[in-house]
């Protein structure tokens, strides 16, 4: 049998999204995979479009009970994992998961333990620009500290050899846990390798939920997990 791809999906009030992801996760081209959703307490209807038309065509849906952040939906997804590989997919159209062979062919082949696709290596900046300068000076302060080479620590498509992600404990409850398992596979001695990714921002308007509070924790959770 080949090797299996755990794709984690964090959901938070994701209505108008998560049956378009699934979707698109289902035709990324990547024959045996795991699809395990993680509905953080979604209070706009998510919840019952996860129960009505989603949980036939993927392997688990998990529901939080109360809302614990992106971090805390991952945590539970990893643990829930028993793929060879695990990559997150967040819940909005951002990112194209028709190219996950890309970001997770070098692990399947054994070549590495930890990859990012990376919106910025090759690619011309997309997005608010306070985001990507935001995203620049804290990739830059998480490479200072980590020793890493990244050109984008914030990414949503961090994939992990399954026994690598679930060895690490998961403390950060919301967008922290990007800095944090940054840190923390580099104790492991584990280089993180990048390859480049395409992007669609969407707006506040259409539901981003990161703002200025989550980037002032990642830079205390660099501080703090780096030493």
């Known amino acids: 049998m080949g090797k299996v791809l755990s794709v984690v999906i964090p959901c938070y009030n ?9 979707e698109k996760v289902k035709d990324s081209g990547i024959e045996q995979q795991e699809i395990i959703v993680v509905d953080d307490c979604s209070t706009d209807g998510t919840r019952d479009i996860l129960k009505e038309k989603i949980t036939p065509l993927v392997s688990k849906v998990i ?10 939906a991952l945590k539970t997804g990893f643990a ?3 793929g060879d590989v695990v990559i997150i997919q967040d819940a909005d159209m951002e990112y194209d998961p028709r190219e996950y062979k890309k970001v997770v ?18 690619s011309k900046a997309k997005g608010y620009l306070a985001n990507r300068l935001a995203n620049k000076f804290l990739t830059f302060l998480s490479n200072l500290f980590t020793h890493q080479h990244l050109t984008d620590m914030e990414t949503c498509y961090k994939a992990f050899r399954r026994d690598v992600i679930q060895s690490i404990d998961i403390e950060e409850k919301r967008f922290g846990f990007e800095p ?14 990048e390859v480049p990714i395409s992007y669609h ?12 509070k989550d980037g002032v924790r990642a830079i205390i959770c660099i501080l703090k997990y780096a030493k």
């Open 201 to 212: 921002p969407r707006t506040s308007e259409e539901g981003k939920k990161i703002g200025f």
């Open 14 to 22: 994701e209505k108008d999204n998560i049956e378009k992801i699934i």
């Open 63 to 72: 529901y939080h009970e109360e809302n614990g952040g992106k971090g805390a």
């Open 180 to 193: 944090e398992i940054t840190a923390k596979v580099t104790k492991m001695r584990i280089k993180i390798h």
């Open 105 to 122: 062919t070098p692990i399947f082949e054994g070549k590495a333990k930890v990859m990012y696709g990376s919106r910025f290596l090759k």
């Open 80 to 82: 829930a994992a028993t």
